[in-house]
């Protein structure tokens, strides 16, 4: 990276008041930014009391040994019976905690109640199968309630999950079950997608030809289609948690028992396995969820779209709604499954209230048209929150507007796998939203911008995003590799963290989110973010979608190679691009121009919707394209490659 840091183009100057109504009843107040930042420790230890400890903890912090962390030390407790029993012992069994909704349409409602009775029966079936405390679990599962209970029943005996995304190759899941030793895989016959039933358990089948040391495998019932069997080492799930007690006695972890293992695959090497405990990161996950989404427990519907392989579907499906006593919506399938108004039909039939999704998914409700969410009934949404990427100012408008009925207010939470709980959002009811602003650390968290020698960048300028104290869900380790822990989080910026994302700090001091510091490029000397230039372009009515990289340059080192998907109607022309190009002029300068753009159908994504900006630069250096495991649909790769052969 060039000693200038990042660039800071982009203007945008609309402002949103929260609404009044909101903020005369919000979780959150104006007072807890001055409160925690008084006394960050005090404000933790309070959050903490949010939990029921079976030992109280008395210490907040042990930053002892940095960079590894103790938080709540010698407290106790059991994470499920917080998600679960607790809530049933205070009168709340009848509560709806999960509305399932399945792709075909099947749907089931399960209360508080039937969840503790299904969670311990699953926990009863691990013990009956050896599993036990501190052994590693790997869960293979669609988005099924299961999932949740099968998470559940981990954390309640002590074993530490590892949730795959259904879906990775079975080299991927064979790379993870290896490098966490795991046990028993949970995993399922398959799953619905895009209406139809797809196999998941032959992924494991030949997963396990590559690994040892699983004694067994459980498998859900989903989509009853043929499977190989092994006999002896696989177990249906329906049958072994049939014949157990619906009764088991929570024992209660000390607060830094490992709760999961999640991995992600950074750009390269092997998968990094990020390690997550229990009361802190509990605490946080829950204070997070209360303060953000601004939950009533009572009255909301709320609905967070992740999947559960992604760590939004760990901390905000299962983690922070269950333990704040949500009653929550899980979705099986894909959006335009039969038709382009799931979401809305969903939201619609049961009165949503609060929605959490991610800009890859509302940019697709652009490109889709304006006229299908208008044909539902969306006046229940309260608050909307976005979660995965930098949103453009056009789409967080968007979903504003055609989503949120122009009233609500919208979240944009940065955080990562690695952050465990969201780190930087507005507050509703408190925060004067700005789109595409990420905003302020929340209570209790320090975040700064940082340049190249590791000073605070002054307000109106770019930098690196840190996070300066140790807070409570933050990853302890990376599993079994302490020292790429340091090295890949601790050392760049002597004490702090480097979250590798690159950031701007506005005049008012807000923090803007410009995208991973390895996508950052680098034009005549000028660091340009991605995120701005693809936030411009999008800007422009024709444009729904696009992904921006740099390419190596003879004359101005790298140049700005922008992919475009084009909105519904609109067709390519080379007066278009050219007009593309003039606009990213105008927006935001002519260093920013495109030298060239190529319009496509498709964009390269993870499962949990990130753009893969490394596999688009390998296109347009002429490269042969790279690792493609961890994209959601692989053939978008020979597609693009495709229309661009036509292109010049
Ligand atoms: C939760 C999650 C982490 C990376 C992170 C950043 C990007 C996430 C964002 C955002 C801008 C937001 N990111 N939320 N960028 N604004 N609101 O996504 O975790 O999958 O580990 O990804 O995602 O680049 O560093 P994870």
């Known amino acids: 990276m060039s000693s200038e840091t990042l660039a800071n183009l982009l203007r945008e100057e609309r402002r949103f008041e929260p609404p009044a109504v909101l903020a005369a009843n919000a979780n959150a107040t104006t007072a807890d930014h001055e409160r925690a930042a008084a006394d960050r420790l005090g404000f933790w230890a309070e959050q903490a009391r949010r939990l029921s400890w079976a030992v109280e903890p008395t210490e907040t912090l042990d930053w002892s040994n940095p960079p590894f962390a103790k938080w709540f030390a010698d407290g106790k407790l059991n994470v499920a019976y917080n998600c679960v029993?607790?809530?049933?012992?205070?009168?709340?069994g009848d509560r709806v905690a999960i509305h399932f909704e399945g792709e075909p349409g099947d749907s089931r409602s399960i209360t508080y109640a039937q969840l503790k009775d299904e969670v311990s029966q699953a926990a009863n079936a691990l013990l009956e199968l050896g599993v036990r405390k501190g052994d590693r679990v790997a869960v293979y599962l669609p988005m099924i309630a299961e999932a949740v209970v099968a998470m559940l029943a981990c954390a309640r005996i002590g074993a530490t999950h590892s949730v795959v995304f259904g879906g990775f190759s079975s080299d991927a899941v064979?790379?993870?079950?290896?490098?966490?030793?795991?046990?028993?895989?949970?995993?399922?016959d398959g799953g619905y997608r895009r209406g139809k039933p797809s196999a998941l358990k032959p992924a494991i089948d030949e997963a396990l030809t590559k690994v040892e040391g699983v004694d067994h495998v459980l498998v859900i019932r989903r989509t009853e289609q043929e499977i190989p069997w092994t006999e002896g080492r696989d177990v249906w799930w329906h049958e072994i948690t049939a014949r157990q007690s619906t009764e088991h006695t929570p024992e209660a972890h000390e607060a830094e028992h490992p709760l999961f293992i999640l991995y992600t695959s950074g750009t390269t090497g092997k998968p990094k396995g990020i390690l997550h405990t229990s009361g802190g990161y509990l605490t946080q996950t829950s204070y997070t969820h209360?303060?953000?989404?601004?939950?009533?427990?009572?009255?909301?519907?709320?609905?967070?779209?992740?999947?559960?392989?992604?760590?939004t579907g760990h901390s905000y499906i299962v983690y922070?709604?269950?333990?704040?006593?949500?009653?929550?919506?899980?979705?099986?399938g894909t959006p335009d499954t039969p038709h382009q108004g799931r979401f809305w039909e969903i939201v619609q039939k049961?009165?949503?209230?609060?929605?959490?999704?991610?800009p890859t998914a509302i940019r697709t409700f652009m490109k889709w048209g304006d006229d299908i969410p208008a044909k539902f009934d969306l006046s229940s949404l309260r608050v909307l929150g976005s979660v995965g990427e930098p949103i453009n100012p056009e789409a967080w408008i968007w979903y504003r507007e055609h989503i949120g009925g122009g009233k609500c207010p919208i979240v944009d939470t940065w955080w990562q796998t690695e952050t465990g709980a969201v780190m930087i959002s507005p507050l509703p009811g408190v925060t004067e939203t700005k789109p595409g602003s990420a905003q302020r650390a929340l209570p209790g968290i320090a975040a700064t911008v940082v340049d190249d020698e590791a000073n605070e960048v002054p307000n109106g300028s770019g930098g690196y995003l840190v996070l300066t104290e140790p807070w409570p869900s933050m990853l302890r380790t990376i599993w079994g590799d302490d020292q790429r822990y340091i090295d890949t989080y601790w050392s760049r910026f002597q004490g702090r963290y480097f979250a590798g994302d690159g950031a701007k700090k506005d005049e008012d001091g807000d923090i803007w989110l410009l995208g991973r510091v390895d996508d950052v490029m680098l034009v005549s000397g000028h660091n340009i973010s991605t995120t701005e230039v693809e936030s411009a372009l999008v800007g422009h009515p024709s444009v729904a979608e696009s992904a921006v990289v740099g390419a190596a340059d003879v004359t101005t080192g790298q140049a700005i190679v922008a992919f475009v998907i084009l909105r519904g109607g609109v067709?390519?022309?080379?007066?278009l691009v050219e007009e593309l190009r003039a606009h990213v002029g105008r927006t935001l300068g002519p260093i920013a121009k495109p030298k060239q753009i190529k319009v496509v159908g498709e964009l390269p994504k993870t499962r949990s919707g990130k753009i893969m900006r490394r596999l688009l630069r390998d296109i347009a250096?002429?490269?042969?394209?790279?690792?493609?495991?961890?994209?959601?649909?692989?053939?978008?790769?020979?597609?693009?490659?495709?229309?661009?052969?036509?292109?010049?």
Not at 175 to 180: L, N, Y
Not at 350 to 358: F, N
Not at 571 to 575: R, V
């Open 571 to 575: 067709t390519e022309s080379p007066e």
């Open 350 to 358: 049961y009165g949503v209230t609060i929605l959490y999704t991610a």
């Open 290 to 311: 209360h303060a953000v989404f601004d939950l009533k427990p009572e009255t909301d519907v709320y609905w967070c779209t992740a999947d559960i392989g992604w760590v």
């Open 85 to 92: 029993d607790r809530h049933v012992e205070n009168g709340l």
């Open 174 to 188: 064979a790379s993870r079950i290896q490098d966490a030793q795991a046990k028993l895989v949970i995993t399922a």
């Open 621 to 648: 250096e002429g490269r042969e394209v790279g690792d493609t495991t961890t994209l959601a649909d692989s053939s978008v790769m020979n597609l693009i490659q495709l229309s661009n052969t036509g292109s010049r």
């Open 320 to 332: 922070g709604p269950l333990s704040n006593g949500a009653t929550q919506v899980i979705y099986e």
